[in-house]
């Protein structure tokens, strides 16, 4: 799926820059892609190493276990045949916890780890499995309780009451969120496993 | 009113505290855990680096405001505010993108205008899509996503539509 939605971002892309007489910025962006991709690696990097070292320490210390546990009887129903008291669950908990508080970033480095121990106790090979098609489907929706970064620039362009959209965006989060997941279980049930799907 | 200013701080101290009382080597596991986060990074890398070019392409060639354009005609039918289009259509790419967009439309429109209210429910309650969907399936051997994409583009396109419905309802 992807490699043909890349192309297709590269050659509208490149068309359109070419019938604008946008080239020159369209080339300029294709070489300052490397450097930009390499501070947002720079970024991610640092992000994924403290979180990956703090929740190793948490892991060691049974903090994890405590957390899946609390958690446990809502996601094991979203989760079916995912182990309660396997890592991937354990990251999944912390990567939903993240991404309900907004704590910068770290969601992401948990969903990496999650994703991790998913190919590993799904025995995924190259196909996604459902739990990891769901998981990240979540991702792609948003979680966030209290979106911060959406206030902050509303307030700092003059808004009276910055947070009087907050039920609209609950409202719509958890909307989007269970069509995605129905969609998802659409499809699944429209397309078995063993199918060869691009 | 930033609540995540204690909570990273106080969770560093929780883990490190409780890793002692239960006998755990925390310097040495620590070290681990970065270990595999450097790792991980690598593994992602070039995913990154597709999609930044990708997107690239597409914000600098204008083609992401001409889609907008196209658009329009079908998003007035829901009543879906037009200025908010370009928003619509670069936030399931570009999260640095989506909110330089976002924040031309709290300027031109006034921030607690409708256009800029719904262009506040889609930056609250939507991800960057392609950038997840990307960087996840990257930390593992996954090639064949499946669905995956058609169900979170789904849960996109109910983000706009949803987010006009709500703001309406709840703001008049």
Redesign the interface.
Known sequence: MMKYVITAMLLVGIAVGFANGGAAEVSASIISSGEDTIALAITLAGIICLWSGVMSVAKEAGIIGLLSKAFAPVLSKLFKGLDVKGKAFGYITLNIISNMLGMGNASTPFGLMAMKELEKEEHSGDTATPNMILFVIMNTASLQLLPATMAALRLKHGSVTPLDVLPAVWLTSIGALTVAILAAKLFQSLKKPTDKVV | ????NY??PA??A???T??L??K?D?FA??????K???K??TE??PA????????????????AA?FADLLAPITNLIGFPKEVLPLAVLRP?SGSGS?AV??GI??DN???SFA??VA????????T??Y??????A??????????????L??????FV??VL??R???G
Do not use: Q, W
């Open positions: 009113m930033n609540f995540s909570v990273i969770i560093i929780i883990v490190f409780a890793g009382i239960k755990v925390v596991v620590f070290l681990d855990g970065v595999d986060g450097a991980t990074i992602i890398f990154l680096f597709c999609l930044m070019l990708a997107v690239g392409v597409v914000k600098s060639s204008g083609a001409m790419f909110i976002y924040e709290l300027k006034g921030a607690d800029s209210r506040s429910a889609i930056i609250g309650s939507s991800e899509t392609f997840t969907l990307a960087v996840y399936f930390a593992t051997k996954v090639k064949k996503t499946r669905y995956a994409l058609p169900a979170a789904c849960g996109d396109f109910a983000v949803l987010g709500f703001v309802m709840t703001l």
